[in-house]
């Protein structure tokens, strides 16, 4: 059982255009919400997180949106840039454990 | 601030062999996080210690897969004997587990390979 789902396993854009990343879950239990980077051969890098009782977190160019009804989150990255290339978890948290999707490779292409 | 350490990076063992990872957390984080991570998927966890108890292994196969955390401080993983489809990257992360939003340091990891 998937609790986790990230239904697009690449995504290509733009520098300077904005970044999508889409994550649905299942588990109505999750507290919150946390979205982690990870480059190749480094263990994965905390991004920004959102409570389940918010609707929007902002840090900088990053933006993550959470719909409850729905069950459904999105990180929005504006402006791209290149080094932000890497892989894209989505994990939904409760009790201090994370349960992860299986990630976005997001290219920014110069 | 140092961070989560992990060795070795690199292992090569042949199946039905045994192997250990070895895991330093960062310094005064209370809970210590065991995770499998399989090309192509996300980080699954495998065992979830707070100080030098388990919270949660059931996703721990124990049959093969053993764990322990001496005095709430560093933590080994050991798997006896190996099989091919635990070739993965063991991600070893603390975290201080005291309020919300609480996020997961993780270290480099340890890509092992079973042959």
């Known amino acids: 059982d998937q609790q986790v789902k990230q239904n697009s396993p690449s995504l290509s854009v733009q520098e300077g255009r904005i970044s999508i990343l889409n994550c649905d879950y299942t588990n109505s239990m999750f507290d919150y919400f946390l979205w982690y980077k990870k480059y190749p051969a480094e263990g994965p890098t905390f991004l920004i997180s959102?409570?389940?009782?918010?609707d929007k977190n902002e840090d900088g160019r990053f933006t993550v949106f959470l719909n409850k009804s729905a069950k459904h989150l999105s990180l929005h990255i504006v402006p791209s840039q290149p080094g932000d290339s890497a892989v894209y978890f989505c994990s939904g948290g409760s009790n201090y454990k994370l349960t992860f999707g299986k990630g976005t490779l997001l290219t920014v292409n110069p | 601030e140092a961070g989560v350490a992990q060795s070795p990076r690199y292992k090569i063992i042949e199946k039905r062999q045994s192997v250990a990872f070895w895991c330093n957390p960062i310094?005064?984080?209370?809970?210590l996080y065991w995770y499998q991570q399989i090309l192509g998927q996300g980080p699954k966890l495998l065992i979830q210690f707070q100080n030098n108890g388990v919270v949660d292994d059931s996703q721990l196969p124990k049959d093969r897969f053993s764990a322990e955390r001496l005095k709430g401080v560093d933590s080994t993983l050991k798997i006896q004997p190996a099989k091919l489809e635990d070739s993965a990257v063991y991600l070893c992360?603390?975290?201080?587990?005291?309020?919300?939003?609480?996020?997961?340091?993780f270290g480099s990891g340890t890509q092992l390979s079973v042959l």
């Open positions: 310094s005064g984080h209370a809970t």
């Open positions: 992360a603390s975290s201080l587990a005291t309020g919300t939003n609480e996020k997961l340091f």
């Open positions: 959102i409570s389940s009782i918010k």
